[in-house]
T-cell receptor, first 115, second 109 residues
């Protein structure tokens, strides 16, 4: 299984809602990532988890809250979002060693619309 | 800081013509460079990485540290090569993959 699975595929939420995005991989990867991608733009790194610990937070607003409950799962909890947060949210995973990064596998993404 | 520059938003070529997608980077240490591709309605996927020095689907890319470039080349473009191509970089710790703006390649018949 070389897939990263993201659910849901589409999500519409109001600015007062609380929702969660989910990501799962069964490749034994110990690094997992959240990226945000706006239309016609490259993916922008949000968070990196390494061995279930948050290792990088790219100054993301606190209305986005990541969680890594175990080595296969990654969540992104959303609360009080703004319309400008509407985007495609991508999850990725990789196996990496100090100084050498192996291939990052990406999910299909969750298309989020904030109304 | 890590930075990747892809100067062309769109590259349009005829089938059978050579292709070169440009990528320049800025990084003070020893980077690892990648090309990722996104075909229509498909997920982002790795095309090739400089460490493996492979040729994938006829594409090659050579890391030029003097010019800080990692251009993607293919001698004869095919229609199925039409896609969005991203150059990406990680630093020594390998845990921060940063993308360039991307280049759309259109191969016309």
């Amino acid at each position: 299984d070389t897939e990263v699975t993201q659910t849901p595929k589409h999500l519409v939420m109001g600015m007062t809602n609380k929702k969660s995005l989910k990501c799962e991989q069964h490749m034994g990867h110990r690094a997992m990532y959240w990226y945000k991608q706006k239309a016609k733009k490259p993916p922008e790194l949000m968070f990196v988890y390494s061995y279930e610990k948050l290792s990088i937070n790219e100054s993301v607003p606190s209305r986005f809250s990541p969680e890594c409950p175990n080595s296969s799962l990654l969540n992104l909890h959303l609360h009080a979002l703004q319309p400008e947060d509407s985007a495609l949210y991508l999850c990725a995973s990789s196996q990496f060693y100090m100084g050498v990064n192996t291939e990052a596998f990406f999910g299909q993404g969750t298309r989020l619309t904030v109304v | 800081a890590q930075r990747v520059t892809q100067p062309e938003k769109l590259l349009s070529v005829f089938k059978g013509a050579p292709v070169e997608l440009k990528c320049n980077y800025s990084y003070s240490g020893s980077p690892e460079l990648f090309w990722y591709v996104q075909y229509s309605r498909q997920r982002l996927q790795l095309l090739l990485r400089h460490i493996s020095r492979e040729s994938i689907k006829g594409f090659t890319a050579d890391l030029n540290k003097g010019e800080t470039s990692f251009h993607l080349k293919k001698p004869f473009a095919q229609e199925e090569d039409s896609a969005m191509y991203y150059c990406a970089l990680t630093g020594e710790y390998g845990n921060k993959l940063v993308f360039g703006a991307g280049t759309i390649l259109r191969v016309k018949s």
